[in-house]
T-cell receptor, first 115, second 113 residues
């Protein structure tokens, strides 16, 4: 019954590899997000999609590519992983773009460790 | 651009102590303000919110009042419990579509019995 679910929860990989993190929400929300949380707990928005359309794309390297096959899914693919990509990545969703009051529902996070 | 500043942690308290976590913001216009909480090993969840000046958000004994004159949204609780140990994030959202929630750097609270 998890509202926002992410997989995998933990991911350990070598520099240079390509990896993906998947996110699904069953809340019927139109808007989904990816946030990155660094080792000091700082949270920064990376991307946001509304009805499969990219609406927010912060200054993120091109190695990061989000994909939204439908409004319930937002996946994150990372190419050529670097040490600095090690972080916890959170997926979130919210109700509607125009009605977005800032109440986000977060997944449990995916901890990525790049060796 | 818009930003949120919260007090540095960690904050360490004994059970039943009074809690204040300071939060100030910089924004154009009139944003909505939020406190989110992250328990160990979990994602963030909304704790309380206020959408206009002088509004007070409250939940689970926590309170915060939107103060436009001081651009602040300090979080308070009269008597903390061990179960309140978590990371607390102040956040703002501009009142326009297509903008993301902006978070402060988080304050870790540790409550001991």
């Amino acid at each position: 019954d998890t509202a926002v679910s992410q997989t995998p929860k933990y991911l350990v990989t070598q520099m240079g590899n390509d990896k993906s993190i998947k996110c699904e929400q069953n809340l019927g929300h139109d808007t989904m997000y990816w946030y990155k949380q660094d080792s000091k707990k700082f949270l920064k928005i990376m991307f946001s999609y509304n009805n499969k359309e990219l609406i927010i794309n912060e200054t993120v390297p091109n190695r990061f590519s989000p994909k939204s096959p439908d409004k319930a899914h937002l996946n994150l693919h990372i190419n050529s992983l670097e040490l600095g990509d090690s972080a916890v990545y959170f997926c979130a969703s919210s109700q509607g773009l125009a009605l977005n009051t800032g109440e986000l529902f977060f997944g449990e996070g995916s901890r990525l460790t790049v060796l | 651009g818009d930003s949120v500043t919260q007090m540095e942690g960690p904050v360490t308290l004994s059970e039943e102590a009074f809690l204040t976590i300071n939060c100030t913001y910089t924004a154009t216009g009139y944003p909505s303000l939020f406190w989110y909480v992250q328990y160990p090993g979990e994602g963030l969840q909304l704790l309380l919110k206020a959408t206009k000046a002088d509004d007070k958000g409250s939940n689970k004994g926590f309170e915060a009042t939107y103060r436009k004159e001081t651009t602040s949204f300090h979080l308070e609780k009269g008597s903390v419990q061990v179960s309140d140990s978590a990371v607390y994030f102040c956040a703002l959202k501009a009142n326009q579509a297509g903008t993301a929630l902006i978070f402060g750097k988080g304050t870790t609270l540790s409550v001991s019995s």
